[in-house]
């Protein structure tokens, strides 16, 4: 039986909404933190598990233990839309793992295979596209939603994520579940067809604040340098008062970002600066570093750490020195606030929650918290 349904397929996606949706006939699931990623099955193909990424592209060569684990149980023609994620085992209780599902896309064959068995990745589903014969996108999402967990995909490295119509309930996840690495609540309209490309669901994402030191800057890509700034780049100090450099903010509209090249120009600095010369080797997080991402510094002009600005935040990955995850929001200057006092403590720590509590099912029934 061939599959109805080929790739590439483009995911259906969501638009961000400030709070829980209070209408009726909402299905209200968890967000997870990982890559997206679509699943084909077709037990009778020559390929018969092929893994999707958003943007059509094959993660097969980078997860293998997925798809073993999905070639070893499910034996019928089907479409899935889910999340790959990697748990970090805790005794404090497990959590999503964001740095290691990202070292994951490696170009080395060997690495692969090792981080397969070192840091094996979970399959979180959370919609169903085909079955057998019949295309679903066509039908209602509770009605998907049924045929999915029919499925019985509870298995190790491969899951069915917990829905709930009721949105205290949806409330109450999307304050605990952070807690495991999650990122804020999916809302989905429960007699909704799957659109692929479009932004139809609701998502409703954390959002934080922080007063960062900025002490460098980009020039914006595509003008003359000096003209117009592409993004700032922010620090906070550590319990010792060392400088670390833990993200961007950028996003600025036109008018802004030429006000800006000449707001901060005063503070351009070939002098002594925290993230150069012999004082920004000892340990500290630097911009524009060489990683595996890129194999050049990418270049920033430092500038005299005096500006203190205010920025929203959804999340922040890594261990201490940590780094904001994506690209911080401008909210206000804060010329008030000393640039020393900016420090890592300032950003909120979830409380601890058991990632098992959501991927067991247990969160219906109240879960269980971390210490």
Same mark, same amino acid.
């Given at each position: 039986m061939a599959l109805l349904l080929s790739p590439p397929v483009k995911p259906m996606l969501a638009a961000p909404v400030d709070d829980i949706p209070r209408r009726g006939g909402l299905l209200f699931e968890p967000k997870w933190d990982g890559f997206r990623?679509?699943?084909?099955? #077709?037990?009778?193909? $020559?390929?018969? +598990?092929?893994?999707?990424?958003?943007?059509?592209?094959?993660?097969?060569?980078?997860? !293998?233990?997925?798809?073993?684990?999905?070639?070893?149980?499910?034996?019928?023609? +089907?479409?899935?839309?889910?999340?790959?994620?990697?748990?970090?085992?805790?005794? #404090?209780?497990?959590?999503? #793992?964001?740095?290691?599902?990202?070292?994951?896309?490696?170009?080395?064959?060997?690495?692969?295979?090792?981080?397969?068995?070192?840091?094996?990745?979970?399959?979180?589903?959370? #919609?169903?596209l085909a079955l057998d014969d019949r295309d679903l996108t066509g039908v209602g999402f509770a009605q998907r939603r049924a045929a999915l967990t029919g499925?019985?995909?509870?298995?190790?490295?491969?899951?069915?994520? !917990?829905?709930?119509?009721?949105?205290?309930?949806?409330?109450?996840?999307?304050?605990?579940?952070?807690?495991?690495?999650?990122?804020?609540?999916?809302?989905?309209?429960?007699?909704?067809?799957?659109?692929?490309?479009?932004?139809?669901?609701?998502?409703?994402?954390? $959002?934080?604040?922080?007063?960062?030191? +900025?002490a460098g800057l980009r020039w914006h890509t595509g003008t003359e340098p000096g003209t117009a700034v592409g993004s700032l780049l922010l620090g906070l100090h550590d319990e010792h008062g060392v400088l670390h450099h833990v993200g961007v903010v950028g996003a600025f509209p036109a008018a802004q970002r030429r006000a800006l090249a000449s707001e901060l120009s005063g503070l351009?600095?070939?002098?002594?600066?925290?993230?150069?010369?012999?004082?920004a080797e000892d340990g500290r997080r630097l911009p524009g570093a060489i990683n595996r991402w890129r194999s050049s510094e990418q270049p920033w002009i430092p500038l005299r750490p005096e500006r203190v600005v205010e920025v929203s935040y959804d999340h922040t990955e890594g261990e201490r020195p940590a780094r904001f995850r994506h690209t911080t929001q401008f909210v206000r200057w804060r010329p008030d606030r000393d640039p020393a006092s900016c420090r890592y403590d300032q950003l909120d720590e979830p409380t601890r929650y058991d990632l098992d509590s959501v991927l067991f099912g247990d969160v219906l029934r109240g879960g269980r918290r971390g210490e």
């Open positions: 990623c679509l699943v084909f099955v #077709d037990p009778a193909g $020559s390929d018969p +598990v092929f893994l999707q990424s958003r943007t059509g592209k094959s993660f097969n060569r980078y997860f !293998p233990e997925v798809l073993r684990t999905v070639a070893e149980h499910v034996d019928r023609p +089907v479409v899935l839309d889910g999340e790959l994620v990697v748990v970090r085992r805790d005794p #404090d209780g497990d959590r999503l #793992d964001w740095d290691a599902l990202g070292e994951r896309i490696h170009p080395a064959a060997s690495r692969v295979r090792l981080l397969a068995e070192r840091t094996p990745a979970t399959f979180v589903a959370f #919609d169903l499925l019985d995909l509870d298995r190790s490295g491969l899951r069915t994520t !917990p829905a709930t119509d009721d949105a205290d309930t949806a409330a109450e996840w999307f304050r605990l579940f952070e807690g495991a690495g999650l990122d804020g609540v999916i809302a989905k309209d429960a007699g909704g067809t799957y659109q692929p490309g479009k932004r139809v669901m609701s998502k409703i994402k954390h $959002s934080r604040t922080a007063d960062c030191v +900025v351009v600095t070939s002098g002594e600066h925290p993230w150069t010369g012999p004082q």
